[in-house]
């Protein structure tokens, strides 16, 4: 069972360090954001995936060790334990070490909760504002050649351009 404590403590460890660096990532798209830096932005997502898909690898295996741990201390256990459930049913110092890295990973959690919610505001915002320009230039170029119901009128078109650089 120690085998099983030790790979549990490296999964938490592990996860603890990913949420982490995912958090720091999800700040640096924020002031990338704030910059206007589109192509920093697209790093960070790329980035964030990267962080994501390896978080999923690991809690896959921790839910493995978990699965193990629960069939060694709850034989015939119809769902596997949490971390806490594990735990209690240790000795210190695991018990404390394990509480531990459970407590810091859920503050880490949700710490990337409130700033992925932040961030999706202002993108949505971001994106209606975009959506807006572009109504006002469809608009103004289009001179009336589209109707309300964005069919295209039977008038004479009207050709123009529009410039959008800086």
Known sequence: MDKQLNQLESHLRQLLTEHESLLSL??????????????LVGDCCELENQRVQRIGEIEKSRQGVVAELTAMLTPGA???MTVGQVA??????????????QSKLIGVIGD???????????????????NGMVQTIVKTVGGGTYGRRGVV?????LVSSFSATV
């Open 26 to 39: 999800i700040r640096r798209k924020q002031a990338a954001m704030r910059e206007a830096n589109a192509r």
């Open 78 to 80: 119809a769902k596997p």
């Open 88 to 101: 209690e049913r240790v000795d210190e110092p695991r018990r404390g070490k394990l509480l531990v890295l």
């Open 153 to 157: 009128q039977a008038t004479p078109s």
């Open 112 to 130: 990337i909760r409130r700033e992925s919610a932040v961030t999706r505001a202002a993108m949505e915002r971001l994106l209606n504002h975009v």
